[in-house]
C-alpha cells in the first residue's frame, strides 16, 4: 500500500518563527525537517524526534543533562555540540525558549556564512 503524503504543518515550525520574533533568519529543509539559521549558520531545526539543537562543544555535556535532552546522533554517530530534545523538554513556551536561548548564545558568537540565495527562504 503507498504511503499517503501529508502537508499537515509542523506546529514546532509555528512556535519557532513566533519565538524567533524580529530576527533575521532563514529556513532550510534539513535532517529531515527544517533548520533555522542565522547568519548562514544553523541554529535549530524541526525533527521528528525533537527539535535539534545547536550549543556548541563547551555547552554540550551540560546540555545534554538536562531532562528529555539527549547527544544528536546521525549514522549511529554523535554529533558533538548538538542536542536532541524530546518533545516533551519543549512543551511549554518557556521550555522552547530556554533551548533556543542556548543555541543563540552559540551561534551568535560565529562568523557569518554566505549562504545560496535558491537553498534558503529569507525571513523579514
Given amino acids: 500500500m503507498p504511503?499517503?503524503?501529508?502537508?499537515?504543518?509542523?506546529p514546532m515550525v509555528e512556535?519557532?518563527?513566533?519565538?524567533?520574533?524580529?530576527?533575521?533568519?532563514?529556513?532550510?529543509?534539513?535532517?529531515?525537517?527544517?533548520?533555522?539559521m542565522i547568519n548562514g549558520n544553523m541554529l535549530i531545526g524541526t525533527s521528528k524526534r525533537g527539535l535539534l539543537?545547536?550549543?556548541?562543544?563547551?555547552?554540550?555535556?551540560?546540555?545534554?543533562?538536562?531532562?528529555?535532552a539527549s547527544p544528536m546522533e546521525m549514522g549511529g554517530r554523535s554529533m558533538e555540540g548538538y542536542i536532541r530534545v524530546a518533545p516533551e523538554g519543549t512543551a511549554s513556551d518557556?521550555?522552547?525558549?530556554?533551548?533556543?536561548?542556548?543555541?543563540?548564545?552559540?551561534?551568535?558568537?560565529?562568523?557569518?556564512?554566505?549562504e545560496a540565495a535558491k537553498v534558503a527562504k529569507k525571513r523579514a
Fill in 94 to 114: 518557556a521550555d522552547l525558549a530556554g533551548w533556543l536561548d542556548r543555541a543563540l548564545a552559540f551561534v551568535e558568537t560565529m562568523s557569518p556564512k554566505m
Fill in 53 to 68: 539543537v545547536r550549543v556548541g562543544k563547551a555547552a554540550h555535556a551540560a546540555a545534554a543533562a538536562h531532562p528529555y
Fill in 15 to 36: 512556535r519557532l518563527r513566533a519565538a524567533l520574533g524580529r530576527r533575521a533568519f532563514t529556513e532550510r529543509k534539513m535532517f529531515g525537517g527544517t533548520c533555522f
Fill in 3 to 10: 504511503k499517503l503524503q501529508t502537508s499537515a504543518p509542523d
